[in-house]
């Protein structure tokens, strides 16, 4: 369970805990002022990283601009207490991602899980949670402090901005330090330019130092939109700093429901499962003999169903994880468990089948982004099966404290792997692939693998009027389109671009 931690004693106070106080009153500190501006600064970057621009470089930033407000506010002992070193390190990396790959695929599920674990984390930290990590139930409670958070507390953003009126000298100092940084800023961006269009020496020399271009000129729209974040952000902020007081910890659900409601649905999956896994051997043993007397081709039947026998595993562990949880220790439950380690073992051999499957399709055809995620998806959802054999062993061990970091580590784990490389390489050293397939679906990674003796292999085979080198040159262009913004600007695309000049 999460470390807790006492409330502080500055903050808002409930009218109905603390009638002497009115509602919604905000001490404001001079740390407050402080977070103010820059939770501006930090929701601005948010806007002409994430919204105004392709994702890239500036994602890593505003995720580690938003853990030092955190810092800030809470304190880095909160960040870090229980399960938040394991959060902190797994939004870290997926952060820094975004200035290493170029993958869209990636871009989309790490954004994607960027916007679940965030917030996890950051609620986490507050002591109105009470549920530990590994407990399922933590996900609702977590983000309904967050959603909560968003908007309870308009006012203390309001409030901090209304504080400086109060604070004359304060004021005039952070007005003083703000104009001055949108002097220099404005003053930079009017005579860089000049200056580079002026002599070609220095133009020469500042292009290899920097591989982006100045920003364009979206500044003032980012900081409209961040204008309008701020205080959403600045009221979550206040809120897991100053939580109102929570109620007790929940205790853990006891099994209720009885052991014939699972135990039926267990049976007739195992009965429909071994009917197909008969199926299935008479063709993994008979040969294509066998499978050209029941008229069907080889090739047709070893290269479909893998895609659905993976998910259908998930359906199975669905079920089985709800039916050793949720069945009361009644006379059923001896049955419920035997019925369930029968489909435990009829889940791998499925998995197994689809792996064996999948494996005389790549054989023949090669490797492909959603191939090497299927086998991603196998290899992980056995280990989840190997997981739930033992809380079938043990019913008291909890499922969720092994799969929680596994499924963490497991997609940091392919995340980072050079999916589009493996891709590139396993086609052309084969002499064959679809040339629109490599350039255009896989990342920039993949240029790598089809310049040189990849690219004549590729043309060979191509039958479009463009030549190969015609549309490397156009992809390696769009490489060097991103880096000349920060925003979008990552390693992979870099790299890519470079690789023309080479």
Request: net charge positive.
């Amino acid at each position: 369970m999460d470390e807790k931690f006492a409330l502080p004693a500055a903050g808002p106070d409930n009218c109905a805990k603390n009638p002497a106080l009115p509602a919604k009153k905000y001490d404001i500190t001079g740390r407050d002022r402080l977070l103010l501006p820059l939770t501006l600064a930090a929701c601005t970057l948010a806007a002409d990283s994430i919204i105004l621009h392709d994702w890239g470089l500036g994602v890593t930033l505003t995720v580690l601009a938003w853990y030092a407000l955190l810092d800030l506010r809470l304190g880095w002992g909160r960040l870090t207490a229980g399960s938040g070193k394991c959060l902190l390190t797994a939004n870290v990396l997926l952060a820094l991602w975004y200035a290493l790959g170029s993958g869209w695929y990636f871009r989309l599920w790490n954004f994607g899980a960027l916007l679940l674990l965030l917030p996890l984390h950051a609620a986490g930290c507050s002591a109105e949670t009470h549920l530990p990590w590994q407990r399922p139930g933590m996900l609702g409670e977590r983000f309904r402090l967050t959603i909560s958070g968003l908007f309870r507390d308009l006012g203390a953003g309001f409030a901090a901005l209304g504080s400086f009126g109060r604070k004359r000298w304060d004021l005039r100092r952070a007005a003083g330090v703000l104009f001055g940084c949108a002097g220099a800023l404005a003053l930079l961006a009017i005579l860089i330019p000049v200056l580079l269009r002026a002599d070609a020496l220095f133009a020469h020399e500042m292009s290899a130092l920097f591989t982006w271009e100045l920003p364009e000129l979206r500044f003032p729209q980012a900081v409209g939109v961040g204008l309008v974040l701020t205080p959403f952000a600045f009221s979550l902020l206040w809120r897991l700093a100053y939580p109102r007081e929570g109620k007790a910890a929940p205790q853990a659900r006891q099994p209720r429901l009885p052991a014939a409601v699972f135990l039926l649905s267990l049976l007739a999956l195992d009965g429909l499962y071994l009917l197909f896994l008969g199926v299935q051997s008479a063709g993994l043993f008979g040969g294509p003999g066998y499978l050209a007397s029941r008229g069907l081709s080889y090739a047709d039947w070893a290269r479909s169903g893998f895609f659905q026998m993976v998910r259908v595993t998930v359906v199975n562990l669905s079920v089985l994880l709800g039916a050793v949880t949720w069945t009361k220790r009644e006379r059923g439950f001896p049955a419920i468990r035997v019925a369930a380690a029968v489909l435990t073992g009829e889940s791998f051999l499925l998995l197994g089948s689809a792996a064996w499957r999948m494996s005389l399709y790549v054989s023949a055809y090669g490797l492909s982004f959603k191939r090497c995620m299927t086998y991603w998806g196998m290899a992980v959802m056995a280990a989840l099966f190997a997981f739930a054999a033992g809380k079938l062993a043990k019913p008291e061990r909890s499922f969720c404290r092994l799969a929680f970091p596994f499924l963490l580590g497991a997609w940091l784990l392919i995340a980072y792997l050079p999916v589009d490389a493996l891709v590139a390489r396993d086609q052309v050293r084969r002499g064959s692939g679809d040339v629109e397939y490599l350039l255009y679906d896989l990342s920039y990674d993949s240029l790598a693998f089809l310049s040189g003796e990849g690219e004549r292999v590729l043309a060979a085979g191509d039958g479009s009027s463009r030549s190969v080198e015609e549309r490397i040159a156009e992809r390696r262009a769009q490489a060097a389109g991103e880096c000349r913004r920060w925003e979008s600007w990552n390693l992979s695309a870099y790299l890519a671009s470079r690789g023309g000049t080479e």
